[in-house]
């Protein structure tokens, strides 16, 4: 019996009992080496930057990840710069890896990037969110120094989309840059720098779930070698659930798709907030009795389904989902945040309540979708297909190569559910988009038939462009930027009857609420554009929105624009230049708006009880309403330690006239929820003067509550 056969029967004999035991891989030779430190970078195109002997030492000293927009694209500057940035490293290749094969990984620079590694042109990426990987084995030296370079250009190119969108462009490396070290016989990091493994589970129910792994194997040496594909599937605890095995011949210099499939029974399911359960697979290369290579990847049995009456369902029970969307900017960093920033998103999407979150605009970092998986929040992920589009094979080309990296790089987390291949993507002037809308929901059906497609739109309900996706969505926004509020319902109503057989969500609706500027009766609608944009008109929207959303299960989808405050270089409104003010949380992440309340009442189970206006001290009037935000039983409010009574609720509103006298006044809420209370206080102080309070005085209070809050997060 050859070797080789031989190790088949026992890794078949250890399968057999593998099921009551713990998987403890043994060490990866694959080493994934961070290149983020000691990079120099200089914001201008420099003349054959990619020389060896360039002298590079008047740049500026970097860590990545980096971008040249932080400032200037956050300051509402239309003119920050879009052009070309040089980066350039050393790095020694220790010598104990000679003989492995070498990949050089970004993962994420924006737009056009080329690298180039001892003078050597490795190629360039066109596109700026997803990772893209080369080859440098050719040209890396071991136990030298080695110089890589890279051009990157945020310009605008009318073959790439984006063409134009309501964010800032931050040019650069604004994600890691890894050097991968492989045994020349390896998972292939070169599919559109996906995994290299994909994790496709179909027929999912409580009782059984079908599997099928597929694996990309590279023989990059000159003659045929046998190997053994071992994919070991463990549940949470690391106990083997079971365990595939291939024997494959792989030609000299090729690449192979390797399929394994099996049935698991009983899966324990990924079942969003509530049991976010994670297997794991570790698929395993192994020559010669010894292990080469390994990749490890998340998996979660679940299934979905729509329902065009009845919305969307999680493992057969309808599920809620109701959620934010998100960009991945952070005020001074732009989108070179740091992991830590991303965990304070999401503690804030776990403390709302947040069943799902919408992508926006475009593929984000590998640690969101993980974060996603482990919480257990529904993700709806897209390409950044907006406003326009150009009438091109290479603009075409593009925007199927983005869709196409998306899905591979992506395709095994279990947290999202559907591909988003446009966003308001008929604004005129400009071609029609309908032939590359119909391609790319084809496309996308075609690269993972086990989720589906959506868009986001914002035109009229009969544009063919709406209607070519499995799941269709819309952005609204009456009451902002048209219509009026209380219009929502109607029209909800209309589409739905118009079009009975479609899934119809909302992708979109939210308003401007600035902290700093206030109004005591927030009825009037203030100019989206302008720079009056009251906290109280934001709170009255979200609550009349999401009461007519809430009573109309058909929707599939509804998500809040925006989770925080975001840069958008092109903007003047607000308090602040260069920001889109929608957000529940403000840009800096240290302040909840009152909305955020309105929707943690509506979406958690905890008892919580809010006062609403804990930013606005300085009220207007001494008489007003006070309003709560609660999902209480009952609400008690005290004014001054006096009782005003209490209150009951059937949509998480709760509102007392209060006269304030006096100069200080302290306003208690106690929210009973059977034997549980929680309690929220604040201090609001009567006006000076008598009489209403005039918009004059609610911008001097805007500026003088501005600087103590600057002033308290310094």
């Given at each position: 019996?050859s070797?080789?056969?031989?190790?088949?029967?026992?890794f078949?004999?250890?399968?057999?009992?593998?099921?009551?035991?713990?998987?403890?891989?043994?060490?990866?030779?694959?080493?994934?080496?961070?290149?983020?430190?000691g990079?120099?970078?200089?914001?201008?195109?420099v003349?054959?930057?990619?020389?060896?002997?360039?002298?590079?030492?008047?740049?500026?000293?970097i860590?990545?990840?980096?971008?040249?927009?932080?400032?200037?694209?956050?300051?509402g500057?239309?003119?920050?710069y879009?052009?070309?940035?040089?980066y350039?490293?050393?790095?020694?290749v220790?010598?104990?890896?000679?003989?492995?094969?070498?990949?050089?990984?970004?993962?994420?620079?924006?737009?056009?990037t080329?690298?180039?590694?001892?003078?050597?042109?490795?190629?360039?990426?066109?596109?700026?969110?997803?990772?893209?990987?080369?080859?440098?084995?050719?040209?890396?030296k071991?136990?030298?120094?080695?110089?890589?370079?890279?051009?990157v250009?945020?310009?605008?190119?009318?073959?790439?989309?984006?063409?134009?969108?309501?964010?800032?462009?931050?040019?650069?490396?604004?994600?890691?840059?890894?050097?991968?070290?492989?045994?020349?016989?390896?998972i292939?990091?070169?599919?559109?720098?996906?995994?290299?493994?994909?994790?496709?589970v179909t027929?999912?129910?409580?009782?059984?779930?079908?599997?099928?792994?597929?694996?990309?194997?590279?023989n990059?040496?000159?003659?045929?070698?046998t190997?053994?594909?071992r994919?070991?599937?463990?549940?949470?605890?690391?106990?083997?659930?079971?365990?595939?095995?291939?024997?494959?011949?792989?030609?000299?210099?090729?690449?192979?798709?390797?399929?394994?499939?099996?049935?698991?029974?009983?899966?324990?399911l990924?079942?969003?907030?509530?049991?976010?359960?994670?297997?794991?697979?570790?698929?395993?290369?192994?020559?010669?009795?010894k292990?080469?290579?390994?990749?490890?990847?998340?998996?979660?049995?679940?299934y979905?389904s729509?329902?065009?009456?009845?919305?969307?369902?999680?493992?057969?029970?309808?599920y809620?989902?109701?959620?934010?969307?998100?960009?991945?900017?952070?005020?001074?960093?732009?989108?070179?945040?740091?992991?830590?920033?991303?965990?304070?998103?999401f503690?804030?999407?776990?403390?709302?309540?947040?069943?799902?979150?919408?992508?926006?605009?475009?593929?984000?970092?590998?640690?969101?979708?993980?974060?996603?998986?482990?919480?257990?929040?529904?993700?709806?992920?897209?390409?950044?297909?907006?406003?326009?589009?150009?009438e091109?094979?290479?603009?075409?080309?593009?925007?199927?190569?983005q869709?196409?990296?998306?899905?591979?790089?992506?395709?095994?987390?279990?947290?999202?559910v559907?591909?988003?291949?446009?966003?308001?993507?008929?604004?005129?002037?400009?071609?029609?988009?309908?032939?590359?809308?119909?391609?790319?929901?084809?496309?996308?059906?075609?690269?993972?038939?086990?989720?589906?497609t959506?868009?986001?739109?914002?035109?009229?309900?009969?544009?063919?462009?709406?209607?070519?996706?499995?799941?269709?969505?819309?952005?609204k926004?009456?009451?902002?930027?048209?219509?009026?509020?209380?219009?929502f319902?109607?029209?909800?109503?209309?589409?739905?009857s118009?079009?009975?057989?479609?899934?119809?969500?909302?992708?979109?609706?939210?308003?401007?609420?600035?902290?700093?500027?206030?109004?005591?009766?927030?009825?009037?609608?203030?100019?989206?554009?302008?720079?009056?944009?009251?906290?109280?008109?934001?709170?009255?929207?979200?609550e009349?929105?999401?009461?007519?959303?809430?009573?109309?299960?058909?929707?599939?989808?509804?998500?809040?624009?925006n989770?925080?405050?975001?840069a958008?270089?092109?903007?003047?409104?607000?308090d602040?230049?260069?920001?889109?003010?929608?957000?529940?949380?403000?840009?800096?992440?240290?302040?909840?708006?009152?909305?955020?309340?309105?929707?943690?009442?509506?979406?958690?189970?905890?008892?919580?009880?809010?006062?609403?206006?804990?930013?606005?001290?300085?009220?207007?009037?001494?008489?007003?309403?006070?309003?709560?935000?609660?999902?209480?039983?009952?609400?008690?409010?005290?004014?001054?330690?006096?009782?005003?009574?209490?209150?009951?609720?059937?949509?998480?509103?709760?509102?007392?006239?209060?006269?304030?006298?006096?100069?200080?006044?302290?306003?208690?809420?106690?929210?009973?929820?059977?034997?549980?209370?929680?309690e929220?206080?604040?201090?609001?102080?009567?006006?000076?003067?008598?009489?209403?309070?005039?918009?004059?005085?609610?911008?001097?209070?805007?500026?003088?509550?501005k600087?103590?809050?600057?002033?308290?997060?310094?």
């Open positions: 019996m070797r080789i056969y031989l190790q088949i029967v026992l078949a004999m250890f399968a057999l009992s593998a099921a009551a035991q713990s998987y403890q891989p043994p060490a990866n030779p694959r080493q994934n080496l961070n290149l983020d430190s990079w120099k970078f200089i914001r201008a195109d003349p054959d930057a990619q020389n060896l002997s360039l002298d590079d030492s008047s740049w500026t000293s860590n990545l990840p980096h971008t040249w927009n932080n400032t200037d694209g956050q300051e500057n239309t003119n920050y879009r052009g070309i940035g040089w350039r490293t050393h790095y020694i220790n010598k104990h890896l000679k003989n492995h094969r070498f990949f050089l990984k970004f993962d994420g620079s924006f737009l056009v080329d690298v180039y590694v001892n003078g050597a042109y490795l190629g360039e990426h066109k596109g700026g969110f997803a990772a893209f990987t080369f080859d440098v084995t050719p040209y890396l071991v136990g030298k120094d080695n110089v890589i370079a890279v051009k250009n945020n310009a605008p190119n009318p073959d790439i989309p984006p063409l134009s969108a309501d964010f800032t462009f931050f040019g650069g490396l604004y994600r890691n840059v890894h050097l991968l070290a492989t045994d020349p016989v390896q292939s990091p070169l599919d559109y720098s996906s995994p290299g493994v994909y994790l496709q027929n999912v129910s409580s009782n059984s779930a079908n599997l099928q792994v597929t694996t990309i194997v590279s990059s040496l000159s003659k045929t070698q190997i053994i594909l994919t070991v599937i463990a549940d949470a605890e690391t106990n083997i659930v079971t365990i595939l095995t291939n024997v494959v011949s792989l030609p000299p210099e090729t690449v192979s798709n390797v399929v394994a499939a099996t049935t698991v029974t009983s899966p324990r990924w079942n969003g907030l509530s049991d976010p359960y994670l297997y794991q697979t570790f698929t395993e290369v192994w020559k010669n009795s292990m080469i290579d390994c990749v490890k990847q998340p998996l979660g049995f679940r979905c729509v329902d065009p009456d009845k919305g969307f369902f999680l493992n057969g029970q309808h809620d989902l109701h959620g934010v969307s998100m960009h991945q900017d952070w005020p001074g960093h732009g989108w070179a945040t740091t992991d830590a920033e991303k965990d304070t998103n503690m804030l999407l776990k403390e709302i309540g947040a069943t799902a979150i919408r992508l926006s605009h475009y593929e984000q970092s590998d640690y969101v979708y993980r974060m996603a998986d482990k919480n257990g929040i529904i993700v709806w992920t897209e390409i950044p297909l907006i406003n326009h589009i150009t091109s094979p290479e603009f075409y080309a593009s925007a199927k190569q869709l196409t990296e998306l899905i591979h790089q992506r395709y095994n987390h279990p947290s999202i559907c591909w988003g291949i446009f966003n308001e993507i008929t604004l005129r002037p400009g071609p029609r988009p309908v032939r590359l809308v119909s391609e790319l929901a084809k496309l996308g059906a075609q690269e993972d038939p086990t989720r589906f959506t868009s986001a739109a914002n035109a009229s309900d009969d544009e063919p462009s709406n209607w070519y996706t499995e799941l269709n969505a819309i952005n926004y009456f009451g902002w930027y048209n219509g009026k509020l209380g219009e319902g109607p029209w909800a109503d209309n589409i739905h118009n079009y009975p057989n479609r899934c119809i969500g909302v992708s979109e609706y939210g308003a401007g609420g600035s902290i700093y500027q206030h109004s005591e009766d927030p009825v009037r609608e203030p100019e989206n554009n302008g720079h009056y944009h009251p906290e109280e008109y934001e709170n009255l929207y979200h009349i929105h999401w009461q007519q959303m809430q009573a109309r299960p058909f929707l599939w989808c509804k998500f809040v624009w989770m925080f405050d975001f958008v270089a092109g903007r003047d409104e607000g602040t230049p260069g920001r889109n003010d929608k957000g529940l949380v403000t840009y800096d992440r240290q302040t909840r708006k009152d909305a955020f309340y309105f929707y943690k009442a509506n979406w958690t189970t905890n008892p919580m009880v809010y006062i609403t206006g804990h930013t606005f001290t300085n009220r207007l009037t001494n008489t007003i309403t006070a309003k709560i935000y609660a999902n209480c039983d009952s609400v008690t409010l005290y004014l001054n330690g006096v009782s005003q009574g209490a209150r009951t609720s059937t949509n998480c509103i709760f509102t007392w006239p209060l006269v304030l006298s006096g100069e200080t006044n302290t306003v208690t809420a106690i929210g009973s929820e059977g034997t549980a209370q929680v929220d206080s604040l201090v609001w102080l009567a006006p000076p003067l008598k009489g209403e309070g005039s918009l004059a005085s609610n911008k001097r209070q805007s500026v003088e509550l600087k103590d809050l600057t002033e308290r997060t310094q």
